[in-house]
């Protein structure tokens, strides 16, 4: 089993930053995937960006690209995600999950966080 604990969000202005981490634990980090999906009020869970288990390939959503960066450090088990120029719309729960290979899918993760809150005030 992986547990996965996701932190960083709260309340920023429009424009603003903020940065996630997620932090693993259960498995060997550096043989995990990973990637970060959200869910806006009322809508689905849609993709954010994953990256690949060296860090060295990542892919976007292209509502995000240019704006959010995906990293990770496997000696610290932790993914992270930088919020930049954020957006009312990116207001959302982030989540962090893991899977066997890095993907936009949300069935290819085997396991997920609880979420972290981010609200954009405009």
């Known amino acids: 089993q992986v547990q996965l604990v996701e932190s960083g969000g709260g309340l920023v202005e429009a424009g603003g930053s903020l940065s996630l981490s997620c932090v693993a634990s259960g498995r060997t980090f550096s043989s995990l995937d990973m990637g970060w999906f959200r869910r806006a009020p009322g809508k689905e869970r849609e993709f954010v960006a994953c990256v690949g288990k060296s860090g060295d390939y990542t892919y976007y959503s292209e509502s995000v690209k240019g704006r959010f960066t995906i990293s990770r450090d496997n000696g610290k088990n932790t993914v992270y995600l930088q919020l930049n120029s954020l957006k009312s719309e990116d207001t959302a729960v982030y989540y962090c999950?893991?899977?066997?290979?890095?993907?936009?899918?949300?069935?290819?993760?085997?396991?997920w966080g609880q979420g972290t809150q981010v609200t954009v005030s405009s």
């Open positions: 999950a893991a899977g066997p290979y890095p993907s936009s899918h949300e069935p290819v993760y085997e396991y």
